[in-house]
Each structure stands twice: as structure tokens, then as C-alpha cells.
């Protein structure tokens, strides 16, 4: 029971702050108290939420869907609208059951056709209609409606200038409370929550009534024009919620606010007919309309992963472009060993114009030459020969063999790519690797291959002067496509360094990471898998702890404390183990192990090192100014952390911050999971150890 009411009043508090477009108990515990101000505002709002919870039970809509919040805090906005409208009697009551229940069904049905079918949020759309249905109706309802009833003017303060009443005014009427002390708790909740919000409420609502008072040609007029509210909720929408806050954002943004101010005067001329005000049909439709239309020319900065507030949503967005370029093709070397760049990216010879992204590849010795003896035969090239492997798992769409090799000292200027063979990447990209060795090929045109699978030979064949491989990623299956953008994966330069999105340099020395079938073991990790640690900080022991392996309702696998409700998100993607991302308390340990050993390639390469670039807040906890500043300079405050391999189990890292420096060492159990994960920072030595069967 008692956990149920907790649940209720959580959700309470969630769809009060969802009217800010955050997620925030102690936010929505504010506007509930700003409400109570008006007991009839607060009475009717709460009940007509609590009747489209029960009403959603009812008939089986379950809390876990995404609907959710979208009828709650809908349902809550319009009980708002009838308590502004109505006192407290038996018929107005009924008018809250029958509109709350509206209210559920409506949003239901936008969230089907806008959300499901085309990826556009419901906002409060549903409010909007339903608002309009009881202004409408409440002109046949004199036995309800109330005139001036809910004046309070011990809740505005006279003495401050209109243009700043205006503000919190407009502030006010989010929660149906148009008042000055509403408009001052409202801004001062958004300032110590999101000072991105904060910052975007300011800047939109001044600049949608700057432009409003130009055409109107009076500023006070435009100040007392309660419909700006909608400047307010597109620039929080646009700048902080649906696209990932940026200047490019902001710009977006202050655009919206300003193609709303036509839109609203229109609106008003039709809406003043009926008597009736706009409510939010402006930021609705303005914000649809540039979601929708950022959606379908690919936007690159949507916000696919809304969480509870801006700063939220820009963490965890740097957290995976920065970690993870998806956008990206990053295939695997196609070959074994170390080989040189023989040519680049934009290389002197053939790699220009639309071929510019392409690498060719041969085998130097250790006096920098590609052949033995005099050179003149192409099996004296180190390269000649050698096997060629599939660098991305994926079907063959062409491929021919049927050229032959020329002799050193020739080219084939005809068959300017030779021998080749074209693959198919599920995610949506096709390799090309060329001059291949006359009848080498080992697949067939519409096999299916995996990434590491042999498919040909290096050959001769071609605009070839001597033995190399080339490769290029295009879009396009035609032989000699217009080549784009890659990086390679688990590749290692001559420093035994990994080289993460990054280009490769001519002469640079390369070749892929060995895998490890034995380090895969230790990082398959199954469902309610238990391991048991003794927590010591300076060698003190505190307490015991368990480790569990959890699934999220989406079907993720994180590691989480028993007992708590702290989330570290993993997987296995391209032989790397991968922790994604950490939910829960900010000295949970979990963020110590995800710290100390963020990224693992399933290699078995003694003294491979990597740098990795650390999740916001993992290490240095940023506050709400410098969240602010990063969503101007998205690169500021970043924390890197460089790891290495030492030997076939211990993992060991260096993190710099700004002030200090944290070592961090994990050694991998010979079975499964860590034996020991260890931090060390400003004098103090956090140490996780693992208690064998036998110490249990």
C-alpha cells in the first residue's frame, strides 16, 4: 500500500514538472504548492488526474507505456482549465470526470497517429482540445460558469515594472495561476533545475513580445498579451527538448518564437469569435512543424533520448556521439599483420575528387621496402598473394576475378579497378576493395559473409603498379562509386595504440587487434549472474556488496547493486565490451567501475592501450553554469581517460582532470566478470575485491 501511494504521488509530481517539459519531483512539488494557492485550481486539477489514472487502469493501459505521462499531465492541465472556470459543485465534478476521461482517450489516439506512425510528440495537444471543448460548451453552462471568482490580487506585486510582470505573468498562466508571485517561483524553480531552460524562457518570451510590440506598435499592449506563454513553451521545446541544446538549437529555436508571433495573432482574430483564447494551439502547431521537418532531412542534433532535463539530454547525447559515431561506416582491416599506408585519404595519385576517401595498403619491410630481391617479379612483393578478409559482415553484390595480374611495371588503364568484390552492409554502406589476384576470390556473388572471413588475394590486377589493397566505403553498388568518410575498427597503429575515429596518415604502420575467445568468455555475462565484493576504502574494509546482472523493460542488460536502484548499462558490440551509460545516486561504486574500465576490446594484445572520452558527471560533477556553457561549446569540460593492457588480465588507466589526476585497475577473473576494481584519487584508495566461493 504503502508503496503505491509513493508511486501515485511520484507520478503526481512528475506530470506537475512535465508542464516545464522536465522531469523533476522537487520541481513538480513547487508548482503543486504555487496551485494550492487557488484550492480550487489545485482540487480539481489533482482530481481530474487522478480520475484519467483510474480510467486508464481501467481499461487496461499499462503504467509502463509510453502514453503515460502524456494523459497524466494532459489530464492535469485541463482539471487546471475547469477549476479556473468553475467552482466546486456536484456538476462540475461531473464535468471533470467526463473531460479527464476525454482527455485519455484523445491522447491516446494522437500518441497512435503522431508519435507511432510519424515520430512527432503529442505535447498538449490533447489539453488544447479538450480545453476548447469546455470553453465552448461552457456558454450553454451558466450554472456553472464564474465570473471574477478567482481574482488574487494579493498574489501580484504592483511595484514591479510591466515588462518584467509580463514575464511572470505569462510564467503564471502555464499553471492557470497568471500572477506575479506564481511567475517568481516558477523562474526560480527553472533556475535552480535547468539553467538552459531558465535561459531559453527569457531570451523567447522577450524576444516573441519585442516583435509582437513592433507590428502592434505598442509595448505595453504586448506585454498584457497573456498568449505569449507560447513563446515561453516553443523555446524550451525546440532550444532544450526535442533538439539536443546547441547555439545551432538556439537559433532554431528563437526562429519558432518568431514565426509564432504570426501565427498567434491569426489564430486570436479567429479564436476572439468564439470568445475563447488560443491556449497553446501556436506552440503546437509551430513546434510540430519544425520537428517534423528536422526529422525528415535527417537533423543531426534530435533529440532521440529525451530525459529529464536539457542538461540530461546533452550529457547523454555527447556521451554516445563522442563514445560512439554510428554515423559513421567503421569497417574492419582487411587483411592480418602489419601493413603500410600506401596511400591516403585525398592521396597524390588516384584518391581525388569523388575517389578521395579511399586507402591503399602493402607490406613494407624493415627497410622500408615493399619487395625482396631486384622486384621485378610480383611474387618478390611481400603483399602478393596474401589473403584478404572480410572487413564488414555483410552479402556479396559483385564481384570478378577473371583479370590478370599485371607485370611489374605495367598497368592496366582500361580496367582501371581490376579484379574486385563489392559487400553489402546492413547498415546501409557498401565496401569496395580492389585489385585483387587473378581467379583468388573465395565467395560467390550473393553469399553472406562474416567480418573476418577470408574472400580473395592481393593482386596486380588494374590501374595497379605494384601488389596493394584498396578500399573505400561508398553508397552506391556500381563499381567505382563515389567514395565517403570511414574509420577502421580494432585498429592498431605501431605504438600498439588503438586509433579511434581517426584518419590514417601515408606510411603509417597498421594492423588489427587478436582477439581474445578467452576474454569474450569473461565478458559474457547472463541474466541474474551474482558476484559477490568486500568494498575497502584505504585499506579499511566497509561492507560487502553484490553485483547482479538485471534486463530493462526495453531489453537492455545493465549491472546494478543489490538493493539499489543504480543502473550500469552494458553490451558487446564489434568484439568490444562497452558500458553505455550509468543511471542512479552519484556515489554509487557502480560509477567507479564504469570509470575504470569504460570500453575493453576482446583482445589478447599485451600492452594495447586506447583513449576514451568519460560520460559527463562520472568523474567531475558538472553544475548547471557549466552544463549551460557546454551546450554553447559542446568540447568543454571534457574528461579523457587513456587504459591499457599491461598483461593478459590486469586493465590499467590514467583519467585526467582538471585539478588532479585518478588511476584506475581492473584485473579480470580467469572465468568471469573482474577480480578487482580499483581507484585512486587524491589520497584516497577505493577497492573493489572479489570474495571467492571458499571466503563465502
Known amino acids: 500500500m504503502e508503496k503505491n501511494f509513493l ?6 509530481l512528475y506530470s506537475y514538472s512535465t508542464l516545464l517539459f522536465i522531469r523533476s519531483k522537487s520541481t513538480g512539488f513547487v508548482l503543486l504548492l504555487i496551485t494550492c494557492l487557488n484550492l480550487n485550481l489545485a482540487v480539481t486539477g489533482i482530481l481530474s488526474w487522478a480520475i484519467a489514472i483510474f480510467f486508464a487502469h481501467l481499461i487496461s ?31 462540475s465534478i461531473l464535468l471533470t470526470i467526463g473531460t479527464s476521461i476525454l482527455t485519455v482517450l484523445i491522447s491516446y489516439t494522437l500518441f497512435s497517429l503522431l508519435s507511432k506512425t510519424i515520430r512527432l510528440p503529442v505535447l498538449n495537444s490533447p489539453f488544447f482540445i479538450v480545453s476548447t471543448i469546455i470553453y465552448l460548451a461552457s456558454t450553454r453552462y451558466s450554472s456553472l460558469f464564474v465570473d471574477s471568482f478567482y481574482l488574487h490580487e494579493n498574489l501580484d506585486i504592483i511595484q514591479i515594472p510591466i515588462f518584467i510582470q509580463g514575464l511572470l505573468r505569462s510564467l503564471g498562466i502555464l499553471i492557470f495561476m497568471p500572477y506575479d508571485i506564481s511567475g517568481i517561483l516558477i523562474l526560480i524553480a527553472l533556475l535552480l533545475f535547468s539553467r538552459i531552460s531558465f535561459f531559453l524562457t527569457i531570451s523567447s518570451y522577450y524576444l516573441g513580445v519585442t516583435i509582437l510590440a513592433l ?25 532544450g527538448v526535442f533538439l539536443i541544446p546547441s547555439i545551432k538549437s538556439y537559433l532554431i529555436a528563437f526562429t519558432g518564437v518568431f514565426v509564432s508571433v504570426f501565427f498567434m495573432d491569426a489564430i486570436s482574430v479567429v479564436w476572439s469569435a468564439f470568445g475563447i483564447p488560443v491556449f497553446t494551439l501556436p506552440f503546437n502547431i509551430v513546434v510540430l512543424l519544425f520537428v517534423f521537418v ?21 550529457s547523454n547525447f555527447l556521451n554516445f556521439t563522442k563514445r560512439f559515431n554510428y554515423s559513421i561506416p567503421t569497417p574492419w582491416l582487411p587483411f592480418l599483420g602489419q601493413w603500410s599506408v600506401y596511400q591516403s585519404f585525398s592521396g597524390q595519385w588516384t584518391h581525388q575528387g569523388i ?6 595498403f602493402v607490406i613494407k619491410d624493415e627497410n622500408g621496402l615493399t619487395y625482396q630481391n631486384n622486384g621485378l617479379k610480383l611474387e618478390d612483393y611481400y603483399c602478393f598473394g596474401k589473403p584478404i578478409f572480410a572487413p564488414i559482415s555483410g552479402t556479396i553484390v559483385d564481384a570478378s576475378d577473371m583479370l590478370k595480374d599485371n607485370p611489374i611495371g605495367e598497368i592496366d588503364k582500361k580496367n582501371n579497378w581490376g579484379n574486385y568484390i563489392i559487400i553489402y552492409s546492413s547498415f546501409g554502406y557498401y565496401v569496395e576493395i580492389s585489385h585483387l589476384q587473378f581467379k583468388s576470390l573465395k565467395v560467390n556473388i550473393g553469399d553472406y559473409v562474416v567480418a573476418g572471413a577470408i574472400i580473395a588475394n592481393c593482386g596486380n590486377s588494374g590501374y595497379s603498379p605494384e601488389p596493394h589493397v584498396h578500399i573505400q566505403i561508398q553508397y552506391h553498388p556500381q563499381l567505382g562509386s563515389e567514395t565517403f568518410l570511414f574509420y577502421f575498427n580494432h585498429c592498431l597503429n605501431e605504438k600498439r595504440q588503438l586509433v579511434i575515429n581517426k584518419l590514417l596518415e601515408k606510411d603509417m604502420i597498421v594492423q588489427p587487434i587478436t582477439f581474445s575467445k578467452k ?60 558500458f553505455y551509460s550509468f543511471e542512479g545516486r552519484k556515489d554509487s561504486l557502480l560509477k567507479y567501475l564504469f570509470a575504470a ?44 581517460g587513456n587504459y591499457k593492457l599491461t598483461n593478459e588480465n590486469e586493465i590499467c588507466g590514467t583519467i585526467s ?14 572465468f568471469k566478470g573482474f577480480e578487482l576494481i580499483e581507484i585512486f584519487q587524491l589520497n584516497q584508495t577505493i577497492s573493489l575485491r572479489r570474495i571467492n566461493n571458499s571466503e563465502k
Open 7 to 12: 508511486s501515485l504521488l511520484n507520478n503526481l
Open 61 to 91: 493501459i499499462k503504467k509502463e507505456d509510453k502514453i503515460h505521462i502524456i494523459y497524466t499531465y494532459n489530464a492535469l492541465i485541463v482539471g487546471f482549465s475547469i477549476g479556473f472556470l468553475f467552482k466546486i459543485t456536484f456538476l
Open 215 to 239: 507590428l502592434k506598435g505598442s509595448f505595453v499592449n504586448a506585454y498584457l498579451d497573456f498568449s505569449a506563454f507560447n513563446f515561453i513553451l516553443i523555446g524550451i521545446a525546440l532550444g
Open 294 to 314: 528536422l526529422i525528415n532531412i535527417g537533423y543531426p542534433n534530435i533529440n532521440n533520448s529525451i530525459k529529464d532535463s536539457p542538461e540530461e539530454s546533452l
Open 355 to 360: 575517389w578521395q576517401y579511399a586507402y591503399d
Open 519 to 578: 576474454a569474450a568468455k569473461i565478458f559474457t555475462f547472463i541474466l541474474d549472474d551474482n558476484f559477490q565484493y568486500k568494498l575497502f576504502i584505504n585499506e579499511k574494509n566497509f561492507s560487502d556488496i553484490i553485483l547482479t546482472v538485471k534486463m530493462s523493460i526495453e531489453g537492455s542488460y545493465y549491472l546494478t547493486i543489490l538493493n539499489t536502484e543504480d543502473r550500469l548499462y552494458f553490451g558487446i558490440e564489434n568484439n568490444t565490451f562497452i
Open 597 to 640: 574500465l569504460p570500453k575493453f576490446p576482446l583482445a589478447s594484445d599485451i600492452d594495447l592501450s586506447w583513449e576514451e572520452i568519460l560520460p559527463d558527471n562520472l568523474i567531475k560533477h558538472l553544475n548547471g553554469f557549466q552544463f549551460f556553457y557546454k551546450s554553447f561549446n559542446h568540447n568543454a569540460y571534457t574528461v579523457i
Open 657 to 670: 582532470c582538471s585539478n588532479h589526476t585518478i588511476y584506475t585497475k581492473v584485473i579480470l577473473n580467469d
